[in-house]
């Protein structure tokens, strides 16, 4: 209906230990957005990568589900102290080749 071409935002970890993030962001990063997309958490939010890496959870729910659409990973972890989290900027390309099929799934047209 308004011809969007992505769907951005953050996919949350419910952790405060960066080596949870480092963990799962290593997991993620063969998603990585290309160079263009991609962004790096502001100072103050930066979720060191060099933390002792730690066994990474199970995907959450959303973010798998995220995945299964061709999301994208646009930044390393963000820790959000506020809301007890670690953020993953995440897009999903609403033009990208085959995303039409996957988004029918769910009756979505685009």
């Known amino acids: 209906q308004h011809q969007a071409r992505f769907l951005i935002g953050c996919s949350s970890l419910t952790s405060q230990d960066c080596g949870v993030g480092a963990a799962t962001w290593q997991r993620l990063s063969v998603h990585l957005a290309p160079p263009p997309w991609r962004t790096q958490p502001q100072p103050g939010f930066v979720c060191a990568l060099d933390a002792p890496v730690r ?3 199970k ?6 589900a995220y995945l299964s659409l061709g999301a994208m990973m646009c930044s390393p972890p963000a820790i959000d102290r506020d ?3 670690i953020d993953f900027l995440t897009l999903v390309d609403l033009q990208a080749p085959a995303q039409s099929r996957r988004l029918a799934r769910f009756g979505i047209q685009v």
């Open 55 to 57: 066994e990474a959870p």
């Open 59 to 64: 995907t959450p729910k959303l973010l798998a």
């Open 83 to 85: 809301f007890g989290t």
